[in-house]
């Protein structure tokens, strides 16, 4: 009996260790009828403020909960912006549309929607935000809750084989090119394992 209950704090232990899932999640939006796949976790990226010595929260601890990780990223969106990435695919009726989700906090009033430039291996790609309402592209439903008050979602539209490179890089840099600024950001969090999967999932 003392071994089995050894085991099986021994298996608690392992299990409160593991790696959170790296599988795409997919849902059905309801509204537009459409399925939409979306990486596990998102690529996270804030904006450095020269006047903070502290660092920010981490994000990067596996075992942390996805609640705790909210309120950490709602601790980190009062003091920079932030920028969320998700990588999604949209099935309707068999045809199927990629794009980047790109969840921006910013403390900053934006006249207009900002184009992204992505800076992957030896590669520059700058990115319209698309111009029909999310709806139209059969996103109704957001794939992510809102980081914080205030958050917008802007959509991109990119194919898989870009996806797929950006992936094998496993280094992706992230700009905002906002009313004419240039806006750098740094990484937070490192999503290449789950867009990795979700590539894998397209290229089925």
Not at 23 to 38: F, G, N, S
Request: net charge negative; with cysteine; charged share 25%.
């Amino acid at each position: 009996m003392r071994v089995f209950a050894t085991v099986l704090v021994l298996a608690t232990l392992a299990a409160c260790a593991t790696s959170r899932p790296t599988t795409p999640r997919q849902y059905l939006d309801e509204e537009t009828a459409a399925t939409v796949t979306v990486v596990a976790d998102p690529w996270i990226f804030f904006s450095k403020d020269e006047r903070e010595e502290q660092p920010l929260p981490t994000v990067m601890d596996d075992r942390a909960t996805r609640p705790a990780i909210a309120d950490r990223m709602d601790f980190a969106a009062q003091r920079r912006d932030l920028v969320s990435l998700y990588a999604i695919d949209v099935n309707r009726m068999g045809d199927h549309r990629q794009y980047l989700a790109v969840q921006q906090t910013l403390a900053r009033e934006v006249k207009s929607p900002a184009a992204i430039e992505l800076q992957f291996g030896d590669q520059s790609l700058v990115l319209q935000p698309v111009a029909q309402a999310p709806r139209a592209l059969g996103i109704a439903r957001p794939p992510a809750d809102a980081n914080a008050r205030g958050s917008q979602w802007n959509y991109y539209a990119i194919d898989k084989d870009t996806l797929a490179t950006i992936a094998r890089s496993h280094a992706l840099q992230a700009s905002l090119l906002v009313d004419g600024d240039r806006v750098a950001f740094e990484i937070w969090r490192d999503g290449s394992a789950e867009l990795s999967e979700l590539s894998a999932t397209l290229g089925q």
